[in-house]
């Protein structure tokens, strides 16, 4: 099926108000001198006691994709104050059987209304030997965190199709860095590349 779109000027009724920006300094979480934090993204869970949840990489500073483990960091003061970064147990860098260092990785968490959880979607890293970088081995991963036991899940993957409708094999397919949208319904829509 082909879908056609049109697209049209946007009419503004009245210009838009400008806005003044400001920046507000907040605590930073500072890095090592073997670590740098990479990607790090924060979810905001609503309620009576709000919630500031980021995760971030353990990146060494010797490469682009050097990922280790996942940390995170919470924040009760809309981020005031964070607590010491500690590693999610789930989202550590493993090593397989055929001697493949796999490390998830471009995580976005997000809180998901529907089930009153946060998800966080991406991809996993692989590393040969645990070292030289092999993208076709990446798959979409994620995980899921309750904010009322503050606990993570087990690392999971999507299953994919073996073929695209063309017939093409899929592969390394990957939701990293994706923001995902959930339908009313609480049904979820997530990029995969």
Avoid at 2 to 30: G, N
Avoid at 60 to 71: C, K, M, P, W
Wanted: with cysteine; hydrophobic share 40%.
């Amino acid at each position: 099926m082909i879908i056609l779109m049109m697209l049209l000027p946007i009419v503004w009724a009245q210009a838009p108000e400008s806005i003044e920006l400001s920046f507000e300094p907040l605590t930073p979480i500072e890095g090592s001198a073997k670590w740098d934090w990479w990607q790090a993204r924060t979810a905001y869970v609503p309620g009576e006691t709000p919630l500031w949840l980021t995760t971030m990489s353990e990146t060494g500073q010797q490469g682009a994709h050097d990922f280790h483990d996942v940390y995170q960091s919470l924040s009760r003061d809309a981020g005031q104050t964070w607590s010491e970064p500690q590693v999610v147990p789930s989202l550590k860098r493993i090593t397989t059987e055929e001697r493949f260092e796999v490390s998830p990785g471009d995580l976005w968490p997000k809180w998901h209304a529907k089930n009153g959880k946060i998800l966080a979607t991406g991809k996993t890293f692989n590393f040969e030997k645990g070292v030289k970088e092999r993208r076709e081995r990446e798959r979409v991963s994620y995980v899921v965190f309750d904010p009322q036991s503050l606990e993570w899940g087990p690392l999971q993957f999507l299953e994919m199709p073996e073929q695209d409708a063309s017939g093409s094999p899929i592969i390394a397919a990957n939701a990293g860095c994706n923001q995902w949208v959930a339908l009313p319904d609480g049904d979820v829509l997530l990029p995969i590349r």
